[in-house]
T-cell receptor
Framework: DVKVTQSSRYLVKRTGEKVFLECVQDMDHENMFWYRQDPGLGLRLIYFSYDVKMKEKGDIPEGYSVSREKKERFSLILESASTNQTSMYLC????????????????FGPGTRLTVL | GNSVTQMEGPVTLSEEAFLTINCTYTATGYPSLFWYVQYPGEGLQLLLKATKADDKGSNKGFEATYRKETTSFHLEKGSVQVSDSAVYFCALSDSWGKLQFGAGTQVVVTP
């Protein structure tokens, strides 16, 4: 089975702190994604990566950056956390040769619930 | 741009009842359509998918048919169980492989 793990289930940070959210997948997937989940809004794509050191902006990249130094690991970085970044963050991965394709199934981690005070 | 609209919840029903969750979409081209499910305290997992018009996806007693003429992908199950209580997300995938999700529908099944 595909396993996507996220470093923390719950995280509490202060406004202005730098926050790292880590995601690791064990299935040698090419593509990895970061979403945030908010009530009434569903999931919104922040960033994705289709190869090591490659990244592309999603629909709501402002205030976030990402890092992918190794194939299995994709990090989401909040350079200076703000209260409006309090949310559930979900990481996902999918297999595709090259860029994501429209038929890919994405596999999700359990999520990190981040609270910024 | 692409969008997905699904019925608001929560949907509350008794065990063995029939479940329908409506989902309609707006998209250019020919997207793939998905239903993902999120059980309490867990991440999302794929429930079923359909990649072209008239395809029917099915899994665990759930079914959905890709209807291009009505731009819909409604989820149905004939007899729900308490264990089906979860949040259900309809999603479409565009030609670049990016998923667009609906807002989610919470389903509560009571014994």
């Amino acid at each position: 089975d595909v396993k996507v793990t996220q470093s923390s289930r719950y995280l509490v940070k202060r406004t202005g702190e730098k926050v790292f959210l880590e995601c690791v997948q064990d299935m040698d997937h090419e593509n990895m994604f970061w979403y945030r989940q908010d009530p009434g809004l569903g999931l919104r794509l922040i960033y994705f990566s289709y190869d090591v050191k490659m990244k592309e902006k999603g629909d709501i990249p402002e205030g976030y950056s990402v890092s992918r130094e190794k194939k299995e690991r994709f990090s989401l970085i909040l350079e200076s956390a703000s209260t409006n970044q309090t949310s559930m963050y979900l990481c996902a991965s999918s297999f595709a040769s090259g860029r994501p394709t429209f038929t890919d199934t994405q596999y999700f981690g359990p999520g990190t619930r981040l609270t910024v005070l | 741009g692409n969008s997905v609209t699904q019925m608001e919840g929560p949907v509350t029903l008794s065990e063995e009842a029939f479940l329908t969750i409506n989902c309609t979409y707006t998209a250019t081209g020919y997207p793939s359509l998905f239903w993902y499910v999120q059980y309490p305290g867990e991440g999302l997992q794929l429930l079923l998918k359909a990649t072209k018009a008239d395809d029917k996806g099915s899994n665990k007693g759930f079914e959905a048919t890709y209807r291009k003429e009505t731009t819909s992908f409604h989820l149905e199950k004939g007899s729900v169980q308490v264990s089906d209580s979860a949040v259900y997300f309809c999603a479409l995938s565009d030609s670049w492989g990016k998923l667009q999700f609906g807002a989610g529908t919470q389903v509560v099944v009571t014994p």
